[in-house]
């Protein structure tokens, strides 16, 4: 069993910053990837940056150089560091992490509850 849970979500004007983080807790488990996604109003859900088990990094051409994808893996925790924010980053905010459990011997896909985020001047 893994519990994905996200937060740092909240308001914030045109030009500021946030931090997301998606911490990962129960099992013992290993990491195969975790992405950041979001939702808007009317919007289908995207994916914003992603992080691999060897630390390789992607992220949508919208948020390129403004956002930043990172792990602590001592903490079993990603972040998204999010600068340079615009009102159109306005969203819900959900981690999805696919986990290896090796006492199980399985792997499975886990949802966070997601974070609201909204850039409002």
């Known amino acids: 069993q893994v519990q994905v849970e996200e937060s740092g979500g909240g308001l914030v004007q045109p030009g500021g910053s946030l931090r997301l983080s998606c911490a990962a807790s129960?099992?013992?488990?290993?990491?195969?990837?975790v992405g950041w996604y979001r939702q808007a109003p009317g919007n289908q859900r995207e994916l914003v940056a992603d992080i691999t088990s060897g630390g390789s990094t992607n992220y949508v051409d919208s948020v390129k150089g403004r956002f930043t994808i990172s792990r602590d893996n001592a903490k079993n925790t990603v972040y998204l560091q999010m600068n340079s924010l615009k009102p159109e980053d306005t969203a819900v905010y959900s981690c999805h992490a696919r986990l290896r459990t090796p006492l199980a011997m399985s792997e499975g896909s886990y949802w966070g509850q997601g974070t609201q985020v909204t850039v409002s001047s």
């Open positions: 129960g099992s013992i488990f290993t990491v195969i990837a």
